[in-house]
């Protein structure tokens, strides 16, 4: 069993920028590939961005791409959304993901472990 925990969320103003964090409770963390998702008021879920398990490979939604970076500290068992030049339509609650294969998803069905949450609010 696998316990996720993100942070970092908040309210800020239209070309600000965030980091989230997502703690893992895994004990082989390094085994997962993670994934990031947002869902926004009244929208079904969607894929932000992937990392495989070692890191060394990425993957974005097109409509964060360049602005987004998905990173990871093996060591710490942390993965990290660090949301660059954010437009209010990134407004969202904003969830980690982890899945025990070596390469991420963009589906969210195929990830094992979820968790709870953070709102991000980006105004105008």
């Known amino acids: 069993q696998v316990q996720l925990v993100e942070s970092g969320g908040g309210l800020v103003q239209a070309g600000a920028s965030l980091r989230l964090s997502c703690v893992a409770s895994?004990?082989?963390?390094?085994?997962?590939?993670m994934g990031w998702f947002r869902q926004a008021p009244g929208k079904e879920r969607e894929f932000v961005a992937h990392?495989?398990?070692?890191?060394?490979?990425?993957a974005y939604a097109d409509s964060v791409k360049g602005r987004f970076t998905i990173s990871r500290d093996n060591a710490k068992n942390t993965v990290y959304l660090q949301m660059n030049s954010l437009k209010p339509e990134d407004t969202a609650v904003y969830y980690c993901?982890?899945?025990?294969?070596?390469?991420?998803?963009?589906?969210?069905?195929?990830?094992?472990?979820w968790g709870q949450g953070t709102q991000v609010t980006v105004s105008s």
């Open positions: 895994a004990r082989t963390f390094s085994s997962y590939s």
């Open positions: 993901a982890a899945r025990p294969y070596s390469t991420g998803s963009r589906y969210e069905t195929r990830y094992n472990y």
């Open positions: 990392i495989t398990s070692s890191g060394g490979s990425t």
